[in-house]
């Protein structure tokens, strides 16, 4: 049964649309959202079915095409973003690379921000020039630079804000419009700001792009993707590569994720409360060379930050006298912290992204990107700032031995 009391979410605050938007109960009323654990489905009978293939029931039939639970998810997010549609994808990689891939054939041209995570850069150096698509890389913060890749008719653009892992804040507005005049569909990775912070749909984008797996499960347990836009794109273009591919999210991982964003809100609020601790921290310790924090005054973007944001976020990017040896002296020391690639997590995670997220594509680039041996990501999560700093401290002595 439908809860009529759920229906409309148009005036709650996200806080509450977290926890209620879409939701639909079953004839027996339960509280949580159901787990339809099921690969497939039933008919009455052989016409239902055969109307089901041609579209003239409305009725699910397969996991891979649809699930309760997972269109539950769908409905959530997308009413979070203040999007017409969403399609959940098994990963976050699996909800860039169908948009991508769903959208361009042979011939077409796609331009990219430089600064993308390692695998989204692998996409667009390596795998959709196989297929016969032009690929150009751009300084995301240099509007001139864009302005001289969309001499040319584009197909799509892909870029991030801020940027992993060096948190580069780029102008969605200002480079939507110069890319819809090109004639390109502009998808925009949003993890790092998280639906809660950061909303591209309206600042000029088409397509949102999440890797659910942070902050909305923000827990470290499922994988998952969500892909947000328009919903004639969604229906006539993503959809059925997604369908046919068989790129689908489980239920299971889906339910979780719906438990995930009934604590987003609040979960990410006391990260991005941590975060800016930290920042202030480190950027007057000793043997730090730089601290970038999108909420930070000395932040190279910190106005346009402070137009399209409402939030620093739970990233922190900061490098560490002494290159590659001095990062690791200070991960090493780290123990609390634990060492790890995943972010948007509730512990609170470092990384070195010249050896691990970013280390396949290659130095020259990452020198483009700012990217130094000394580099270290920090994903910050739910623990108390106090005890954050005194761990941090640990990595601070240990750059003085080095």
Known sequence: MSDSKTSSSKAWRPATRLLHAGLERTEYGETSEAL?????????????????????VSHYQYSRFANPTVVALEKRLADLEGAEACVATSTGMGAVS????????????VVASRAL?????????NLLPQYGVETVFVDGGDLAAWDDAFNKPTAAVLLESPSNPMLDVLDLAAISERAHKAGALVIVDNVFASPLYQKPLELGADVVVYSCTKHIDGQGRVLGGAVLGREDWIKETLQPFVRNTGNALSPFN???????????????EAMTRNAAAVADYLASAPGIVSVRY????????????QRQMTGGGTMVAFEVAGGQEGAFAFMNALNLIAISNN???????????ATTTHMKIGEEERAKLGISEGAIRFSVGLEDSADLIDDLARGVAALAKA
């Open 343 to 353: 972010l948007g997590d509730a512990r609170s995670l470092v990384t070195h992204p």
């Open 36 to 56: 339809f654990l099921t690969s497939g489905f039933v008919y009455e009978n052989a016409e239902q079915a055969a109307k089901t293939f041609t579209g003239e």
């Open 117 to 125: 995570f390692g695998s989204c850069h692998w996409i667009v150096a």
């Open 254 to 268: 889906a339910w979780v994720m719906l438990k995930g964003l009934e604590t987003l809100a609040l979960r990410v």
């Open 98 to 109: 169908s948009a991508l891939l769903s959208h361009v054939k042979a011939g077409d041209r």
């Open 294 to 305: 999108p909420g930070r005054k000395d932040h190279p973007q910190y106005a346009l930050a």
